[in-house]
Structure formats: structure tokens, C-alpha cells
């Protein structure tokens, strides 16, 4: 309870405040000794200390005297430019300067370049050797187990990237092989047609050699004749060279226009009479129902 009541109290006691300090703003913009807006707190001004002589006082006090061989600082002017440039580069304000980043690197190197040769006179005066000797020997930063896992490390790098070129070849390697024989297929599918084409061509009359037949296949000394066997020849006049047997003594164009076999005399008729059929004086042969027919009442 008792915490309760002091937190009451509290609690009054910033509620009285807040209005107080209300009030006299109200009656301050009422007077007119503020004016209607942001009222911001007004905080006195910082004034800043620049007491010279106080501060080389200082200098001198912490200011230690010692040699050009213990201090080695060296300030100097920009060396001089290069021929032709000077005027360019000499005539540029601070800001022009600063805005220009090629130009201020340059005014940089001009410096150190001064500086340096300023240093390497003083030190061949002071007898200071800034050279390194030839029998100079310093310890690596790095030990040797420690460059030997850096070493390891290249190597097992060099290793990866020689298994994967490998990969890559053999990867083209085998897309290469699958392009050659995809173009062995359709070298032999191209001719596989152009002789069935070939063959339907020499079918319908249209070629009068089989030539193409034995386009892949060697030539005979004898001008592909060979030793022929005269019954091979009369078997061949006689039952042809195999392939199609039908319809094979059908006209074509130019058979149906050849009338070199055609003999007048003998196919001459008289007017007015008709030609004597072969065997007309023959009875006419029955046909296949008949002859049946009769050979069942023969039995």
C-alpha cells in the first residue's frame, strides 16, 4: 500500500509541473515576449579559444631536440615537372587541385620523388648505408611447415583443375563420337533409300542397268565380266536375273513405239479377209469347273 501511495504522489507531482510550466508559457505568449511556433530552449553560445601564445609555450616545452639521424622527417617542395607540363600543373588553385584526382597523384609523386632524393644525399653525408648487402640473409615471416601446406595447397589446385580440363575433353570427346556416328546413321539411311529409289526406278523401266548395285563393290580385272559359265548364260536368258516376275512383259513407252521386230509381209492381210488364227481347226479347251467336273465322273 505504501508503494502504491508514493507512486501517487509521484505521479501529482509531474502532472503539477507539466501544468506550471504551461502556464508560464501561456502568459509569456500573452505578454508577447514569445511568439507563436516552435518554442526550442535557447542555449548560450560556444565560444572557442585560439590562444597562440599559449599553445607555441606548449610546443616548446614538449619539443625534443635530436638529430636528423634519430628524426630522419623530411619535408620538401614537389620535384620539378616534366618538360612542357610544368605550367599546367604549377598554375592549379588548391581546389582545383583537390578536385582533380590525376593531377593531385601527381603532385604526390613529385613529392616523394623530391623527398627521396633529398634522403639519399643526407644519408651518403651522414655515412648511413641505405642499400641492401649482397650477403643480406633475413628469416621469412612465414615458417617452413607453414609453406609447406601453402604449397600443398597450390598443388592439390593445379591437380583439380587438370581433372576437370580432362572431364571437359573427354565430355567433348564423347559429344563429338555420339555427332560422327549420328552422321554414319544418316549416311547410310541416305543410301539405304537412294537404292531402294534406284531399285523402284529400275522396276518401272525407268533405269536399264543395275549398275548401282555395285557401286560398293571392287571391280573385276576383266572389265567386271570375269569367266562366265555358258549355262549360266542360258539360265540367265531363260529365267532372267531374279527380282520382280510379274507384269514383267508389260509396254512401256518405248517398247509400245519400237517396231523394229515387226514384220509386214507376214502380218499382211488381204482385204476383206480375216487372218487364220494358229490351231483354229482345234477344239476349244474347257474350262477349269468342266474339267473338274469330268474328271470326278471319271472316277
Not at 159 to 164: H, K
Request: proline letters at 3%; a positive charge; charged letters at 40%.
Amino acid at each position: 500500500m505504501s508503494s502504491d501511495s508514493s507512486d501517487e504522489q509521484e505521479g501529482d507531482g509531474f502532472d503539477s509541473e507539466s501544468d506550471s510550466s504551461d502556464r508560464e508559457l501561456q502568459i509569456a505568449l500573452r505578454d508577447g515576449l514569445i511568439k507563436p511556433g516552435l518554442v526550442v530552449e535557447a542555449r548560450p553560445k560556444r565560444t572557442f579559444i585560439n590562444n597562440t601564445q599559449k599553445l607555441n609555450e606548449k610546443l616548446q616545452q614538449i619539443r625534443v631536440q635530436l638529430s636528423w639521424t634519430e628524426r630522419l622527417d623530411i619535408t620538401t617542395p614537389p620535384a620539378a615537372a616534366a618538360p612542357g607540363t610544368e605550367d599546367a600543373e604549377d598554375n592549379l588553385t588548391e581546389t582545383e587541385l583537390a578536385e582533380n584526382d590525376f593531377k593531385r597523384e601527381l603532385s604526390f609523386y613529385r613529392q616523394a620523388q623530391a623527398a627521396v632524393l633529398e634522403g639519399v644525399s643526407l644519408l651518403k653525408k651522414h655515412n648511413i648505408p641505405y642499400k641492401r648487402p649482397d650477403d643480406y640473409y633475413a628469416e621469412m615471416a612465414k615458417s617452413d611447415a607453414h609453406m609447406q601446406k601453402v604449397r600443398e595447397k597450390i598443388l592439390s589446385k593445379e591437380a583439380e583443375l587438370e581433372r576437370r580440363e580432362k572431364i571437359r575433353k573427354l565430355r567433348t570427346m564423347k559429344k563429338f563420337g555420339k555427332q560422327v556416328q549420328t552422321e554414319v546413321l544418316q549416311k547410310r539411311q541416305k543410301e539405304k533409300r537412294e537404292m531402294l529409289d534406284s531399285v523402284k526406278k529400275f522396276r518401272k523401266g525407268k533405269l536399264e542397268n543395275l549398275d548401282f548395285l555395285d557401286g560398293n563393290s571392287k571391280q573385276k580385272p576383266n572389265g567386271g565380266q570375269g569367266n562366265k559359265n555358258p549355262k549360266r548364260d542360258f539360265r540367265d536368258k531363260k529365267f532372267g536375273f531374279g527380282g520382280r516376275k510379274k507384269r514383267g512383259k508389260y509396254n512401256t513407252g518405248k517398247s509400245a513405239a519400237d517396231l523394229s521386230g515387226f514384220n509386214v509381209k507376214k502380218n499382211a492381210t488381204a482385204a476383206g479377209k480375216k487372218k487364220k488364227e494358229k490351231g483354229g481347226d482345234q477344239k476349244k479347251r474347257p474350262g477349269k469347273f468342266r474339267r473338274q467336273k469330268m474328271k470326278g465322273r471319271r472316277k
